[in-house]
């Protein structure tokens, strides 16, 4: 791919795939990652998973996949910017919660205490094995068969257990190395996205007001420039003038601290990268700022009685679901009971996790609701 910095990951430098393919013809090897995974299962499922608000909740809050719609777009735009593998980093992106749980971070924490006595479950090595088994689209192989730098953006964590257990994929958590760039960036994209457009949800939804977000700098201060040079706006326009402002804001200030970082260290090539602290960053003035914006979004949304109320009943169907396929894993679908024999809490962690949050509650409705016998 021509025009690349030398630390950027490109074909030359790649660790390749598992299985080897042919080249594809017309498009790079990470645009065949990105189009394989828009066409996953797992993909079309984020439509119907929550970011903050249950899908049936309305039809405009943000759901897994416009959220990584989300991400994926401003990703590209750094990424340019910093003259490093746009398709990469975009593939990064769009794959980044292919394993969330439905009903988000609750969904995770009640999936994640069932299967405690089992291995645990984390979305991201949920996502990594999405790709690498759970996808049944090929004669070849299972999963979809990623370049090993895709697979490396989409494990952002990773115990050093189950590190251990991935090969190469693993190493750079055992030796405490960092991943590509391209990687590095997708992570703090991801956090750009959540941080805004869950302010803009949350004011949709009502559950936070315009006034209480005056207690956060990072927000008024965009929101004061924009009554300065729109006097009189209010209701949605000033609520996305502002957002997008902060947007721009956090983008441009990750851009020149990156540059500053990637300068101050040296940093030539991929092995660089992987050598060097982290190098995709936001400025210490920004820091704070964002720490108090999320400080806000969790005390007043996330902890948000409506939404508690919400989050608690995701997790009694979370859990209720595990309970009964572990009591008697003959409920699970037949493709299940085949993964079941070998490895039965995995398998039913893996039913669940690739269930939408309207799935979920009506096969919970199938197995407890009174009269729900088909």
């Known amino acids: 791919?021509?025009?690349?910095?030398?630390?950027?990951?490109?074909?030359?430098?790649?660790?390749?795939?598992?299985?080897?393919?042919?080249?594809?013809?017309?498009?790079?090897?990470?645009?065949?990652?990105?189009?394989?995974?828009?066409?996953?299962?797992?993909?079309?499922?984020?439509e119907y998973k929550t970011q903050v608000f249950v899908n049936h909740e309305g039809d405009l809050f943000r759901t897994r996949l416009t959220h990584s719609i989300e991400v994926a777009q401003i990703t590209r735009t750094v990424a340019r910017a910093l003259s490093i593998n746009e398709d990469l980093a975009e593939a990064i992106a769009l794959a980044h919660d292919l394993g969330h749980t439905p009903f988000g971070h609750a969904g995770q924490s009640a999936l994640n205490a069932c299967m405690r006595p089992y291995g645990g479950?984390?979305?991201?090595?949920?996502?990594?094995?999405?790709?690498?088994?759970?996808?049944?689209?090929?004669?070849?192989?299972?999963?979809?068969?990623?370049?090993?730098?895709?697979?490396?953006?989409?494990?952002?964590?990773?115990?050093?257990?189950?590190?251990?257990?991935?090969?190469?994929?693993?190493?750079?958590?055992?030796?405490?190395?960092q991943p590509c760039l391209e990687a590095q960036l997708a992570n703090l994209a991801d956090e750009i996205a959540y941080n805004n457009h869950d302010v803009d949800d949350g004011l949709r939804s009502g559950l936070i007001t315009l006034e209480q977000l005056r207690e956060v700098a990072v927000f008024d201060a965009e929101r004061g420039k924009v009554e300065?040079?729109?006097?009189?706006?209010?209701?949605?326009?000033?609520?996305?003038?502002?957002?997008?402002?902060?947007?721009?804001?956090?983008?441009?200030?990750?851009?020149?601290?990156?540059?500053?970082?990637?300068?101050?260290?040296?940093?030539?090539?991929?092995?660089?990268?992987?050598?060097?602290?982290?190098?995709?960053?936001?400025?210490?003035?920004?820091?704070?700022?964002?720490?108090?914006?999320?400080?806000?979004?969790?005390?007043?949304?996330?902890?948000?009685?409506?939404?508690?109320?919400?989050?608690?009943?995701?997790?009694r169907v979370v859990s209720d679901l595990f309970s009964a396929f572990l009591a008697d894993p003959r409920l699970l679908p037949p493709q299940y009971q085949a993964r079941a024999k070998a490895d039965t809490p995995r398998a039913i962690a893996d039913y669940i996790a690739g269930m939408t949050d309207r799935y979920a509650m009506r096969e919970h409705r199938r197995l407890f609701a009174v009269g729900e016998i088909h």
């Open 1 to 46: 791919m021509s025009g690349l910095a030398d630390y950027a990951v490109c074909e030359a430098n790649s660790r390749g795939r598992r299985h080897a393919e042919a080249p594809p013809a017309g498009r790079s090897e990470f645009q065949r990652d990105r189009d394989r995974i828009v066409h996953s299962t797992a993909f079309r499922r984020l």
């Open 228 to 315: 300065a040079s729109y006097p009189g706006l209010a209701g949605r326009r000033l609520i996305h003038e502002t957002i997008r402002r902060m947007i721009n804001l956090m983008v441009l200030d990750l851009i020149e601290q990156t540059r500053a970082n990637i300068a101050e260290h040296g940093v030539k090539t991929l092995d660089d990268v992987h050598a060097a602290p982290q190098l995709v960053a936001y400025s210490a003035a920004l820091h704070p700022r964002l720490r108090e914006l999320k400080t806000f979004l969790r005390e007043k949304l996330y902890h948000h009685y409506q939404v508690l109320r919400m989050t608690d009943k995701a997790k």
């Open 121 to 177: 479950f984390e979305h991201n090595l949920q996502s990594l094995r999405t790709v690498e088994v759970l996808e049944e689209h090929y004669a070849q192989f299972d999963g979809l068969n990623l370049m090993h730098e895709t697979r490396e953006g989409i494990l952002k964590h990773c115990s050093p257990a189950n590190a251990a257990q991935l090969g190469a994929l693993g190493q750079r958590f055992l030796q405490q190395t």
